[in-house]
């Protein structure tokens, strides 16, 4: 009798596990997808008779690329930056190094450390352009102390020079980079924001701005000054988002949680896993749209540019490309540059790819502004772009 109840109990949990499979599964978007807004949006392409003037490279969460030969990703970037030359700037936006930043000690951490780092920085070897960095939850991982020997790292690259780590380790800017008459970016650290041990720094570091109002204050005054442009918001933490930290999980998480400890841990705990799940989406880590600094972070943001016309955020942290147009604002995600997690498709989504690569901003010389998404992951690969977008359209039109 028990042994009956028993097979019925483990049955009802099999076909509890497949259904919740499949139901995520039918919602991920493994492959390229767009919005019925952005149907056709192959055709939709700059005006035949405008020039590209300049290009804005957005790239996260390079930092587990691949040591022992070609990274993928960063030979398709490398390509490209070789292709856009001076007339481009490129953003990193944050968790440059996995999984804990550049460790001061053991030696050989440092060692690896450096050398992951090592790699994405060579792709710039004959780069003409300007290259940024900025701070994710992973670069804070070995404290202070490892962020500052991060910072201290890129911005004496002797190999290359115009590259610069911002905000300064432990301010959270925003930092002021205005790149031509036509384009700012304001480059801030979101995770000290989400964290109370980072906001001591400020004051130790004597930052320009050393707490959040200020910040905000000086963001406001940014989105004043430089209204006649356009303002790229460069951060690591993302304010829409339809992956993981955005609350969505695949069947993997809901089934096998322990593989978000170790992806060697395959044991099947359906309930914990749809706790943990829960745990997640209720704000249980400020890392995730759930937590409460979490929101404030999004908030103020989005609140101090709002009357700012033309303002696009570029963010990492979800593993994924993605774009929204919300709130008077678009907003990319372009954090696959070294790993890859699955996003949803729908929701306020216009685009969802769950693989890896990066997004380019283009500026014409008619005033239109594009944004483009590019893959090196086959079978999409020769289809480069993967998805198109017009962010602003031309002078007078
Ligand atoms: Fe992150």
Redesign the pocket.
């Known amino acids: 009798m028990k042994i009956k109840s028993n097979s019925a109990f483990l049955l009802s949990r099999i076909f509890v596990a497949v259904f919740l499979s499949i139901l995520i599964a039918s919602c991920t978007a493994t492959k390229p997808w767009h919005s019925d807004e952005y149907e056709n949006w192959e055709n939709r392409m700059p005006e035949r008779d405008s020039q590209l003037e300049y290009q804005l490279f957005l790239i996260g ?1 390079t930092g587990e690329p691949v040591l022992d030969g070609e990274d993928p990703v960063l030979v398709l970037l490398e390509e490209k930056l070789l292709e856009a030359g001076n007339n481009s700037s490129i953003v990193f936006l ?2 440059n190094i996995y999984s804990d930043g550049l460790e001061p000690e053991p030696l050989e951490a440092k060692e690896i450390a450096e050398r992951k780092l090592t790699k994405t920085l060579s792709s710039m070897h004959d780069y003409g352009g300007r290259a940024y960095f900025v701070a ?3 670069d804070w991982y070995s404290n202070f102390e490892g962020l500052q020997l991060q910072e201290e790292f890129i911005n004496e690259y002797d190999p290359v020079e115009n590259l610069s780590f911002h905000p300064r380790a432990g301010c959270p800017g925003p930092v002021e980079v205005v790149l031509n008459d036509r384009l700012v970016l304001a480059l801030i650290d979101s995770e000290w924001f989400l964290a109370e041990e980072t906001k001591e720094y400020a004051t130790q570091q004597g930052c320009d701005i050393q707490t959040a109002d200020e910040s905000m204050t000086e963001l406001r005054r940014l989105a004043f000054e430089h209204k006649d442009k356009t303002m790229v918001i460069a951060v ?2 993302p304010f829409f988002s339809n992956g993981r930290h955005g609350g969505y999980f695949t069947a993997k998480q809901h089934i096998f949680p322990l593989t978000e400890i170790n992806d060697k841990f395959w044991l099947p705990l359906p309930g914990l896993g749809s706790l943990y799940v829960l745990l997640r989406n209720l704000g249980v880590s400020d ?1 995730d749209f759930g937590g409460s600094m979490n929101k404030t972070y999004r908030q103020q943001v989005l609140d101090a540019v709002n009357d700012h016309p033309n303002v696009i955020t570029a963010a ?2 979800d593993h994924n490309l993605q774009f929204f147009d919300e709130e008077g604002a678009h907003h990319i995600v372009s ?1 696959s540059g070294s790993k890859t997690s699955k996003a949803r498709k729908g929701k306020e989504a216009g685009f969802v790819y769950s693989n890896k690569g990066f997004s380019i901003i283009k500026f014409y010389n008619n005033g239109s502004v594009w944004a483009e998404y590019v893959t090196p992951k086959e079978p999409y690969a020769d289809d480069n772009p993967i998805f198109r977008v017009q962010l602003q359209a031309a002078d007078g039109s």
Request: aromatic residues 0%; hydrophobic residues 0%; negative net charge.
């Open positions: 969460d944050g968790d994710g939850n992973h690591h933490h890392e990492g942290h954090g």
